[in-house]
């Protein structure tokens, strides 16, 4: 009876569809709304930065691939990138390292503060980035005094904040990747004599790995693209890459700016590319 209802349902439904395609138009319509709304800042920012006058203005006066070269030239922007890759490369190599045990208790064990757990581990995303940013400051300067350790203005230190952000995104996916994944494989694999290390990177880790990898690019993007909790921390003489742009912007503005943006746009772009040719990152994401 269920069978001939559900049938009849999708007859109806499908029935209504042809009848009354505009339904159908509508819908179409408001997803290509909102998806160029999403990619019209994208494309005009791609466009600017191939403007051939220095002041941006409408129509533009010809392309040029002169604000590439500028970056390139440009100390502030080259220090930046590699400071910035320096901390995120490192702050997610951090943070996976914590996170996935978390994620294999949170998924695998049941104990007392496991829900508190988990949500303690989402914090650093829900907390503003100015005041996550000056919550660490002050951490920082506390730990120096009571400590003698040099944490504020270091790389270190830097690093350590980082892998705070990172973390979240780390357990949330490899957890996500664990909830999909049959535990009696890895208990087939102990049955058969194999020890608990080896069962995990011959069973659990290549089951995981999706979501590890994905962990890891979404990870790397939130550290290198972090600006507010970063402008506390940097030391003197020393900046990321975004708080390089923030500071060119303040002196000057020019398709200089843009064409660094197409750089971040096109590396991202092309880890995801690389990262989903050898896991699929729509499975966990």
């Known amino acids: 009876m269920a069978i001939v209802v559900a049938h009849s349902s999708s007859a109806t439904v499908a029935r209504?569809?042809?009848?009354?395609?505009?339904?159908?138009?509508?819908?179409?319509?408001?997803?290509?709304?909102?998806?160029?709304?999403?990619?019209?800042?994208?494309?005009?920012?791609?466009w600017l930065a191939f403007f051939r006058q220095e002041i941006p203005?409408?129509?533009?006066?010809?392309?040029?691939?002169?604000?590439?070269?500028?970056?390139?030239?440009?100390?502030?922007?080259?220090?930046?990138?590699?400071?910035?890759?320096?901390?995120?490369?490192?702050?997610?190599?951090?943070g996976l390292a914590l996170a996935v045990p978390a994620s294999l208790a949170i998924a695998r064990r049941r104990f007392r503060g496991r829900g508190f757990i988990d949500t303690l581990l989402l914090l650093p995303?829900?907390?503003?980035?100015?005041?996550?940013?000056?919550?660490?400051?002050?951490?920082?300067?506390?730990?120096?005094i009571a400590t003698?350790?040099?944490?504020?203005?270091?790389?270190?230190?830097?690093?350590?904040?980082?892998?705070?952000?990172?973390?979240?995104?780390?357990?949330?996916?490899?957890?996500?990747?664990?909830?999909?994944?049959?535990?009696?494989?890895?208990?087939?694999?102990?049955n058969l004599g194999a020890p608990p290390w080896t069962t995990f990177r011959r069973v659990t880790l290549p089951a995981i790995r999706p979501g590890i990898v994905a962990a890891a690019l979404f990870g790397f993007v939130t550290s290198f693209g972090n600006l507010e909790m970063s402008l506390f921390l940097v030391g003197a003489g020393r900046t990321t890459l975004p708080i390089a742009i923030l500071?060119?912007?303040?002196?000057?503005i020019d398709p200089t700016v843009a064409a660094v943006s197409v750089m971040q746009i096109a590396l991202i772009g092309t880890a995801m590319i690389i990262t989903d040719r050898y896991v699929k990152i729509a499975q966990v994401v």
């Open 16 to 46: 209504a569809t042809r009848h009354f395609p505009i339904g159908r138009w509508v819908l179409n319509g408001v997803a290509g709304v909102g998806l160029g709304f999403i990619l019209l800042p994208l494309l005009l920012v791609t």
């Open 57 to 94: 203005s409408f129509p533009p006066a010809g392309h040029s691939l002169q604000w590439f070269g500028a970056v390139l030239n440009n100390k502030s922007f080259v220090g930046g990138f590699l400071l910035s890759f320096q901390v995120g490369v490192t702050a997610t190599l951090i």
């Open 125 to 144: 995303l829900i907390v503003p980035g100015v005041v996550l940013g000056a919550s660490i400051y002050v951490f920082q300067i506390e730990t120096e």
């Open 148 to 190: 003698g350790l040099p944490l504020l203005g270091t790389t270190m230190g830097l690093i350590a904040a980082h892998a705070l952000i990172v973390i979240p995104w780390a357990t949330r996916l490899v957890t996500a990747s664990l909830a999909g994944f049959d535990p009696t494989i890895e208990e087939a694999a102990k």
């Open 247 to 252: 500071q060119y912007l303040e002196w000057k």
